[in-house]
Each structure stands twice: as C-alpha cells, then as structure tokens.
C-alpha cells in the first residue's frame, strides 16, 4: 500500500454532504446524503479495503 | 439542561465529520511505502506506537471506523426525522396535508384529530407508520424512491398514493376503545376493516384536502402550500 489519496478525498466528500445533512435537514440534504455520499463512503471503504487485501497477499499474510 | 435527540446527533455528527476530515486529509498525505521502520515511534499517552502502524490505524479510523459512525447517526437523524411533522412537510408536496391539518376551521379527518388533541405529537407518523422512511423495508424503498423523484422533481401535482392505506393504523388506537365498540356498524364491518375491503373513510369523510384543492391553480393552493409556521 503506497496511497490512499482517491479513497480519502471519496470519505472527505462524504463527510461534508453528511454533515450539511445534519446540521440542514431537510429533502435535498437528504437526498446528498442518501444518493451520494452513502456511496462515496461505500467506494472509499472499498478501495481501501481492497489495497490492504492485496498488501497482505503481496506480503504472504493471506 | 434538556438535550433531544436531535442536538444530541448534530453535535456527535459534526465532531464525527471533522474528526473524520481532518484524518482523511493526513491520510491522503501519506505514503505509506515511505515511512520507514526506524521513523519515530508516536505517543499515545498509554503506549507507543510505530509509525507505520499508527498511520494504518489512521486510514483504518478514518475510511472505515468514522464512516461508519457518520452513516449510522445521519441514518438514525433520518429515521427519526421523518417521524416529525416538520420532516413531512420538509416537501413541499406535502404542506396542503400538514396546512389543513393545523388549520382549525379545517373538517378533515387530520385536522379533527389535530384540534381535539387526539394526538399529541408526530402525527403524521402515528397515522402513518406504515408508509416511507419510518415503515418496513419495503415502505423504506418507497421512501427512498418518492425521495429521488421529489429532488428530481419528476412528480406532478397533486400526488396521489399509490399505496393502499391500512386500517390498521386507524384501529392500532381505536380498536378496542368503549366509543368504537359502541357503534354497531364496527362490529358488523368488523372483518371488512381489518382485512381492508373496506377503508375507514368510507365513513370518517375525506383525511385531507381533495386532489382538486391540492392542484396548482386551485382557490386554496396558495393558502395550502404556504410554509408551515
């Protein structure tokens, strides 16, 4: 694992629209959130996770 | 001090989102391949850490462990904030419901139950519990789907549900009760309302205003779709 940079900035976009949805409550916010940033966070998670896995078999831990 | 629920997630949420920013932006800065086995071990008070490790609890806490927190409240904030009257009309859709409902000259069945109290609070949820973001995972789906055409706005007005409403929701209160016992056209319906071959309205008048008071155009949308106060 060198990176995490594309993961990172998914998680920080999600980040700010989950926090615009709870401070701002209301359809819109919502929907960002729902729609968008429940996905980014989900590709983050992802991509992280899928970097860690091939570190590990790269290192034989798998 | 009484805090709600409410502040209770704005404040968890907005310490949860920065913390989550600010290890995200650390960890986007990192190179992990060059952080060298002889770095500087981190303190962390109790323990001292390696660098390399610290900084794969970092990506750790920040991609999957904070995220996941912010998921779960802003979910939480969303399951109990369509409980609330303001969470309904949050669409404007549904401001003809709640405006009539609080509307005291207003006779439909929601406005009655609002005016005598009936209930207290949430009550578009109590009559609707079954339906959207607070119902089964079904009525979820449904929730999300009328969520996505309203910030689309592929809807026309006025909205019709295409959903049956269920007795149930009625009766979960009034079944049972001396006053609906007493009505002998309830014991002989009895079957007919809980199986829903016959809906409650049928008898009770309309629950809200009628599709032609809730279309553009009409005498009272304005006075409908004004903002709630």
């Not at chain 1, 919502?30 to 989900?42: S, V």
């Not at chain 2, 009328?146 to 009625?170: G, K, M, S």
């Amino acid at each position: 694992m060198r990176l995490l940079r594309w993961e990172a900035f998914c998680a920080i976009m999600g980040f700010a629209l989950t926090q615009v949805f709870i401070l701002v409550p209301g359809p819109y916010p919502m929907a960002l959130f729902t729609f968008i940033a429940q996905p980014l966070f989900a590709l983050a998670a992802v991509g992280y996770l899928v970097k860690v896995i091939t570190d590990l078999q790269r290192h034989r831990s798998l | 001090m009484n805090f709600d629920f409410l502040q209770i997630v704005m404040v968890l949420g907005t310490l949860l989102c920065v913390l989550g920013v600010i290890l995200c932006i650390r960890t986007a800065g990192t190179r992990f391949d060059q952080i060298e086995a002889g770095d500087k071990d981190v303190n962390l008070g109790v323990a001292h850490v390696p660098a390399l490790a610290f900084a794969k609890l970092m990506a750790f806490a920040s991609l999957i462990v904070l995220p996941a927190g912010a998921v779960f409240l802003a979910n939480y904030h969303t399951f109990e904030g369509v409980h609330e009257v303001r969470g309904c009309a949050g669409c404007h859709v549904m401001l003809p419901m709640a405006n009539d409902m609080k509307d005291p000259k207003s006779g439909t069945l929601a406005a009655r139950h609002y005016k005598n109290r009936w209930i207290a609070e949430n009550q578009c949820y109590h009559c609707h519990s079954d339906y959207g973001l607070s119902g089964n995972l079904e009525a979820k789906m449904t929730g999300f789907r009328h969520l996505a055409r309203y910030t689309t706005r592929t809807y026309h007005e006025p909205i019709h549900a295409r959903v049956r409403f269920d007795n149930q929701n009625c009766l979960n209160c009034h079944a049972g009760t001396p006053r609906f016992e007493a009505v002998q056209s309830h014991k002989t319906a009895h079957e007919k309302l809980v199986s829903n071959l016959m809906i409650c309205l049928n008898c009770h008048g309309q629950a809200h205003p009628t599709s032609v008071q809730r279309t553009p155009g009409s005498d009272d949308y304005a006075r409908l779709t004004e903002k709630l106060k």
